[in-house]
Structures are given as structure tokens and as C-alpha cells.
């Protein structure tokens, strides 16, 4: 047989054994997951809070300031470095896709730039708005623009590991 | 008064649009691909990457700093 050079289980040293082998007791769960768990909650908590942090703070900058640019160019520059320099371990994108069920997805995003261009072109007045000039008004109340910066951060996360 | 409201009908229809689709891709068997397969498939080369990157870089600045 192929697995005839495997060791077997009861030719297993007894000391080298898992400790829930040891005595006949019923499997418990190994300590070491248990704590990368805990420490991988913790982490996660930690950047959350941070960049719930970050977002209040940038959403408080006032526009067309210094302050504005940069509370953009950080992240930005953050992100294309962790992206080009030291990449996280990425999602593996499918190797090919379908384009009949590509095409819905084309089809709206189209429909959705050309409704703001023609908006755009005609210099988006009042009866004829462009997306921009709807979401602005709400973009001004600093809890709103705090969680807009928020979703921004983790779609440009989400993005690196794509 | 009546263009505003077609207009403003036309962009929660379009943008609901993409939620269905994402939703529909979701299904089990689906052969739509969801937001994030596409867009993976799209920064597969570098430079679909760096353009994708660069248009999430253009939003924030776009809404957040402007």
C-alpha cells in the first residue's frame, strides 16, 4: 500500500501524544487556539475602534482645507503602500467569469454613470441634480460624514485584499 | 419640480439595482458574479489594480475633502 511508511497511531510515542489522549479522558479543546482567538478579537476591536476614531476625527475637518486633503492622502497613501509593498494575504479572484451574469452588473454601473454625466453636463441644477449635489447636504452633518469615511476606509480595505 | 423628483426615482433605482444584483449573486448557483468576485477578476492585472485603487482614492477625496 502507498501509506505503508505512515507510523501508525498506536505506534505513537505516548509523551509526544496530545495531552487529551493522556489518561483516557474525554477531547478537550488545545489552549493555543482558544488564546490566538482572543488575541485576534482584540485586534480586530482595536483597529475598529481606531478607525471609528479616525473617521470622527476626519469627518470634523473642514472642507477645501489642508486638513481635508491630507485626512484623505494618509489612508490613500497607507493603503497603496500595504498594497504594492507588503500585500495582506489576498482572496483568490475567479479565474474566469461569466459574461452573461458580468453583463447585469455593466449594464447598471453604465446606467448609473451615464444618469450622473447627463446630470453633470447640464451643471447639475436643482431640476436636474447630480449625485453629488444630493449626498452633500447629508455629507454635512459630521455623524453621516463620520460613517461615510468609515464605509470609504473598509472598502479600501476590503479592495487590498482582492 | 417634476425632473428633480424622475431624477433624484432614477438614481434610488440604480442604486437599488446594484444591491438586487449583489443580492441575486449571492444565491446559491448564481451566475452572476457578486461585487467583490468582479472586482477581483478586474484587479487580477496590475494595472486593473491600480485603476480600481485610484477611483476608491478619487471617492474619498471627491465627497470627504471637497
Known sequence: MAADDVPRWPSVPRQQAPRRWRFGRPALLPRQPSRRLRNSVLRKAAVGAGLIAYSWFAAGTRPFTISALLIVLVPGAALFVIAYVRPPRRIPPPDRLDLTGFSYWAIAVGVLFEWEASAFKDGAPSWHPALTTLIDPALGTRPVKAAGILIWLVAGWALVRR | ?66
Open chain 2, 1 to 66: 419640480m417634476a425632473t428633480r423628483v424622475i431624477t433624484i426615482i432614477g438614481f434610488a433605482a440604480l442604486i437599488l439595482a446594484l444591491f438586487v444584483l449583489e443580492f441575486l449573486a449571492r444565491r446559491k448557483d448564481s451566475r452572476i458574479p457578486t461585487l467583490g468576485d468582479w472586482l477581483g477578476y478586474v484587479m487580477r492585472p496590475k494595472a486593473g489594480r491600480l485603476l480600481i485603487l485610484l477611483g476608491w482614492l478619487w471617492l474619498g477625496w471627491h465627497y470627504f475633502s471637497r
